[in-house]
Each structure stands twice: as C-alpha cells, then as structure tokens.
C-alpha cells in the first residue's frame, strides 16, 4: 500500500456498527413490531409478520439466544402459548440500530 | 434495509387488526336492535316483562362480545397487550368522555330548570341535535382516540336514529311502524357491517390448529 492511498482510507470517516442479527429484513419485523407493543403471543406475530411457523421460530430463537427477546412457554393441555416480548437489551439494541443505519445513510452520497 | 418502517404506523396497524373482527359492530347491532325490539315489546308485553326481555338480549349482546372476543378473535388472531401509547390514548378518551359527558348534562339540567332557556325548535331537528349531542359526539370522541374509523359511521347512525323517526312519523304510516322501521333499518345497516366484517375476519384469520405451535418447537 502507498502512503497516497494509506492518507485517502483515514479521510474515509468509519461508517456506524450494524448490528447484523437486527439487519437481516425477518428479525427486523419481528423486533420491530415487539418494539411498539408490550408482548404477545405467537399466533400475533406470526398474524403481523406474515412468517411461517417455522421460520418465526427459528428467528424467534436467535434473538433469543442473543438476549433480544425474552419467550416464555406455557403449556395449558394440548395447547402451548408462547409469550414474547422484547427484553430491555433488545429495546436498546433496536433503538441503537435505528440510529446507526440512519447515520449510515447519511453519509453514503447520493 | 429493504423497507422503511414507520413505527407508528407499525403500532396503528397492530392495534387496528385487534379491531378487524367486528365483534364490536355486532355488539353495537345487537343493542340498537334492542331499541326496535323495545318499540315492539312495548306495544305486545306489560312490564316489566318487556323489560325483561329487553335486558336478556343486553345481556346476550354482552356475551357475544366477551365470549367472542375470548374464543372466536383470540385464537386467530392472537393475544396482544400494547404499550404506553394505548394506555394514553384510553386515559384521553376516558377524559374527553367525562368532560363530553358533564357539559352535556349541564346542558340538560339547564333545559330542565328553565324551561323558557329551551331552543323552540321543530322535533325532528331538535332529536337530530340531541342525537348527534348524545350518541355521535361521544362516540366520535371514542373512535377519534381509539382510531377506530368505522365506530364513526355507527355514530352518525345512532345520532340519526330518533330525527330519523320523526321524519319517518310523517308517511302515512303508524307511529309504531314509522319507530320500527326508522330503528329496525340502523340495527340492520350497523349489524350487517359486522357481520361483512366478522366474516372477512374468519377467512383472513382461520384458527390454527390446536398443537401447530407445539408441532413447530417440537421440530
């Protein structure tokens, strides 16, 4: 690398983190509409979000592993209702997200 | 991102969909069609047996709504407790409510202690104005807060409800068909809405089965 083009990447201004697991479009949904309401079930957000069962699960539980949302199971006969809301981790996660991914493009010129 | 998302909208569009099954509407026909039945009763029953009936179909209007929105909305739908933006709205609704509620009684009280102070109006126009005082005012109050926008139109029904009757008193008809059919046809206007609803609800929201949920955790 050349002094000229070591110069031009520090003028570069570093571009805000995105936090991928919120980026990828489904999760993004899913933990948005958890960020306007208070929880919900299941069945609502699969109603809201338009997924399938197994794909809202699957997104479901890798916002969960991150510590984005908090699932709770309940199992009432043959019937299991599952709760989901978004943790305070998540709630934060989700707002810095907004402000990263504004500021981002913010500064990719037209 | 692959889409703007406006979380206001976001949050309207959840909180509208929990009103998409017209449960509400029908609850709403229900009891206007108490008044028609009422008219009826009145002319057929001595009391209180009319009034028996009357509050027997209030009460069955009250079970369609809490047992329809327990066991025929929630298991399509979903169960959904919203945040602090619903619990402002129904604090606001709660307020203008009372505030609505103590200026109309203001009103009354006036007319009723001064006589003289009463608009010499023509009794359709003055049911037309209490109607729209009493029914549509308050109920555009609710829909306004709770942005429920077909609760406007069962407002500007139920306002025109008693002016309606009075226009109707003009045909050649009985007094008692004229009170029928002025109430009968708001009943059915607000209950077909819900039904039309209600049943757009059911084919846009079929109720999953019982263990998919448990099917999908399983793997």
Known sequence: ?110 | MSKDIDLKELEKKAWRSTLEDGIFEIYFGILHLNITIGVILDEILPSPYNLIVMFSIIGLGLMFFLFGKKFISEPRLGKVKFGRTRIVRKVKTIAVLTVNFLALLIIFLIGVLNPQLRLQLPKSLFDLIMGLLFFTLPLCFIAYFLQFRRLYIIAILLGLGFSLDELFKLLPIPDLVSSILAFGMISVIILSMGVVVFIRFLKKYPRPKDNQELEVKDG
């Open chain 1, 1 to 110: 690398m050349g002094k000229k083009e070591e110069k031009t990447n520090s003028e570069i201004p570093s571009l805000p983190p995105i936090d991928k697991l919120i980026h990828e479009p489904a999760r993004l949904d899913i933990i948005a509409m958890l960020y306007v309401i208070k929880e919900s079930d299941f069945i609502f957000l699969k109603n809201q979000t338009g997924m399938t069962w197994g794909n809202l699960s699957s997104h479901l539980s890798k916002l969960e592993d991150a510590g984005y949302v908090n699932v709770e199971k309940e199992i009432s006969g043959k019937k299991t209702k599952t709760r989901v809301s978004l943790t305070n981790e998540g709630r934060i996660a989700f707002r810095e997200y907004r402000q990263n991914i504004n500021e981002f493009l913010k500064r990719i010129p037209e």
